[in-house]
């Protein structure tokens, strides 16, 4: 029965956004009479977040947005690391040449720092999506190693994991690093994020996109779940228990598996076909899954199956199909 699905395609929150940010996003509606470009009570609590100048704050329709800005400003020859998120290829889309640097090893994400001498834009997701992540000090090697590109590092699930080099971006005007309220903070229909970067790379990107390019109820909900941060860090630890469970209950269950610190995890099999039956086992009951890229995603083949993290009880329930197997 369609209303039973449990749909585990995507790695947005589970869980509806809380009431708080609705009930309290009256002012912002009153106001939505006219334009909010890069509207600064946004701005400030963000940079006042992340220990930035405000100067180096950008506002954005979320990390996509920002991802295409980077590409239609220096995306000429595009690179990235994959299995990774697929809107990188929309370098292809506008014309530009795109490469993928395939970057797992034993199932371990684990890319190469060194300079890619065409590169003129690298784009790398910390953490990873579908899943692994790259440590803070190999972050920067490749930042270092290629001072002749533009270094983007997409932290849409920053705040899920203590990986963050925004602390880093003041030194460096060849990288940038986006982050999202997508994920840490569930909104993803809200559409926003941000770039960081310093003022003269913000400079050239920021004509590629809208002058006025955020909803205002959008950046009232931002504000509105900056002043909670404390339910969503809650949100975000009890996603984490929920990841971590299941990754045991593989584990225990002889699954190989890509270790994770975003809320998917991805499981190997040893060829496509039992990726196949894998898949299409979940199907038949009532679970959906990404099966290879799916649509979110590139580099993967068809032995690979990408779990997004449910709620507790949709867990159990992929738990109980699993020990059915
Ligand atoms: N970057 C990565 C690595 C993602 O996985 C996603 C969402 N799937 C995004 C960016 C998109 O983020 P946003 O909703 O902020 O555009």
Redesign the pocket.
């Known amino acids: 029965m369609a209303d039973k699905i449990i749909n585990l395609q995507?790695?947005?929150i589970k869980d509806p956004l809380p009431d708080f940010i609705y009930k309290n996003l009256e002012k912002y509606s009153q106001e939505a009479n006219s334009y909010h470009p890069q509207p600064l009570e946004l701005i400030e609590r963000l940079a006042e977040r992340h220990q930035v100048p405000k100067e180096m704050v950008y506002v954005?329709?979320?990390?996509?947005?920002?991802?295409q800005m980077f590409i239609h400003a220096f995306g000429e020859r595009t690179y990235t690391f994959t299995p990774?998120?697929i809107?990188y290829s929309d370098a292809k889309e506008f014309g530009n040449k795109f490469t993928e640097l395939y970057s797992l090893n034993n199932n371990k994400f684990d890319i190469s720092t060194e300079k890619i001498k065409n590169a003129t834009l690298i784009f790398l997701?910390n953490p990873?999506?579908p899943s692994g992540f790259t440590e803070k000090c190999k972050v920067m090697e490749l930042i270092e190693n290629n001072t002749h590109a533009k270094v983007i590092i997409?932290e849409?699930?920053g705040d899920f994991a203590e990986l963050s080099v925004i602390d880093q971006v003041i030194k460096y005007s060849n990288m940038a690093v986006?982050?999202?309220?997508?994920?840490g903070f569930g909104m993803?229909g809200n559409?926003?994020?941000y770039i960081i970067a310093n003022p003269e790379v913000l400079s050239v990107v920021k004509n590629k996109a809208q002058w006025s390019n955020v909803s205002y109820l959008s950046i009232g909900a931002a504000i509105i779940a900056l002043e909670n941060e404390k339910y969503f860090e809650n949100m975000r630890s009890g996603i984490a228990e929920v990841r971590d469970d299941i990754m045991d209950f593989l584990r225990s269950n002889g699954y190989d598996f890509l270790p994770s610190k975003?809320n998917a995890v991805v499981i190997k099999f040893a060829n496509e076909m039992k990726g196949t039956i894998f898949f299409n086992y979940l199907k038949d009951n009532g679970i959906v899954a990404s099966h290879g890229n799916g649509f979110?995603n590139i580099g993967l083949d068809k032995s690979f199956v990408r779990i997004a993290v449910g709620n507790k009880n949709q867990m159990k329930k992929f738990k109980e199909s699993l020990q059915k197997l």
């Open positions: 995507y790695t947005t954005t329709a979320g990390c996509d947005e920002a991802i990774t998120y809107v997701a990873n999506n997409d849409a699930y986006l982050r999202s309220f997508s994920k993803a559409r926003i994020g975003i979110s």
